[in-house]
């Protein structure tokens, strides 16, 4: 069939925002002073300058190169040290949930690996470094900015200013302009050929299915309200904490400024999404099976879950030892709580979707549904 009727492959390349590729910088320089460091708190040991490349650290072969030097002489090696391993790893991972999740999600999953890294024993040394402020600096501008006003003579305390910038995934983008590409062009047969009216079916090939939920709201609601509703969720997570605060305390004194935007930034997010008659939560929207907020110091089920199993494979393993172990689970951790989150938020897409759409979204999700067939 192929010989007969060739595919005609087009491969299309897109590059990465501007803030995007700084991050990646500053992820490359902290994989550098890792290296560094690894190379000299291990001086004792020959290594190969080709497997620890930067080059190299984007690919699964890093990991088992590292742990082929190491392997021999893990047992005499400095918790440090094997920190540096691990670090090497989480930085690994980086590389690609920078691509692959939203601005939204990739900030969430960065503050949790240094949370727990500050509450680990030995926590992360890239953590510490220039390249670390950078990287966090840039996904923070990602999502939003706080613009301070110069003070003048008539306002010598200007009031800051929160603007959101909620940057898209540049292949959500880019998967926008092939759509409408197809869909032009189908338009263009149809008009000029009477016997073409049956609709296009494209097959879009994603990694797992939580890529394949966020394309479907992405393709459906756009990228305005996709990008809202996530952040909303972030803000109300976030000011949690500001606002037993601010009741304790009885005003917005006792917090930042930042924290002030932020609690402030959360209504208008809100109103935006639902109107001035939207529920107060975006949790209030979703029915009683959802998972509840979790408490304080309380360990999920998931979470623990997960903890075992990293126990039960360590189990009759010399060269795996406790803290080892713990060190290696700070990073699927995070990634396994943001992605519980993600699940767990699945079904408040389809509700607050529901409920905030008006008469013309609802035609163009109609169009799209008749037009593309995404799997």
Request: proline share 4%; hydrophobic share 35%.
């Amino acid at each position: 069939e192929l010989e007969r009727r060739p595919a005609n492959v087009d491969e299309l390349h897109q590059e990465l925002s501007p803030r995007m590729k700084e991050i990646q910088a500053a992820i490359v320089a902290a994989v550098q002073a890792c290296i560094r460091e690894l190379k000299n708190s291990t001086s004792l040991l020959e290594w190969n300058d080709a497997d620890l490349s930067v080059e190299n650290c984007v690919t699964s072969n890093f990991d088992r190169a590292i742990s082929r030097q190491l392997e021999h002489d893990w047992h005499r090696i400095k918790p440090q040290t094997k920190q540096l391993v691990q670090d090497l790893r989480t930085l690994r991972n980086l590389f690609q949930y920078l691509i692959h999740y939203d601005c939204v999600s990739f900030w969430k999953l960065i503050n949790s690996i240094k949370t727990m890294s500050a509450a680990s024993r030995h926590p992360s040394m890239w953590l510490l470094t220039p390249a670390a402020d950078l990287l966090f600096r840039k996904a923070k501008e990602r999502i939003y900015t706080v613009i301070v006003p110069k003070p003048t003579k008539k306002v010598p305390k200007p009031v800051a200013l929160l603007k959101p910038v909620l940057e898209e995934n540049p292949k959500w983008r880019l998967l926008r302009k092939v759509l409408d590409e197809i869909q032009q062009d189908h338009e263009e047969k149809k008009s000029t050929d009477d016997d073409n009216e049956g609709s296009v079916n494209v097959l879009i090939m994603v990694k797992d299915e939580r890529t394949l939920e966020a394309l479907k709201s992405y393709l459906k609601e756009g990228k305005e309200r996709t990008m809202t509703l996530r952040w909303l969720r972030y803000l109300e997570a976030y000011n949690d904490r500001s606002r037993s605060v601010t009741n304790s305390t009885g005003g917005t004194a006792a917090i930042s400024e930042e924290s002030r935007l932020l609690l402030e930034e959360e209504g208008r997010a809100r109103r935006k999404l639902f109107g001035k008659d939207g529920p107060s939560k975006v949790e209030n929207t979703v029915t009683s099976s959802s998972p509840t907020k979790r408490q304080l110091n309380k360990v999920p089920d998931y979470m623990r879950k997960r903890r075992r199993i990293a126990a039960e494979k360590g189990r009759g393993d010399q060269t795996a030892r406790d803290d080892d172990l713990a060190r290696r689970a700070v990073l699927d951790e995070a990634v396994e709580e943001m992605e519980h989150d993600l699940d767990a938020q699945k079904d408040q897409d389809a509700v607050a979707g529901r409920d905030g759409t008006d008469e013309e979204e609802s035609s163009d999700l109609d169009e799209y549904d008749a037009m593309f067939h995404v799997s």
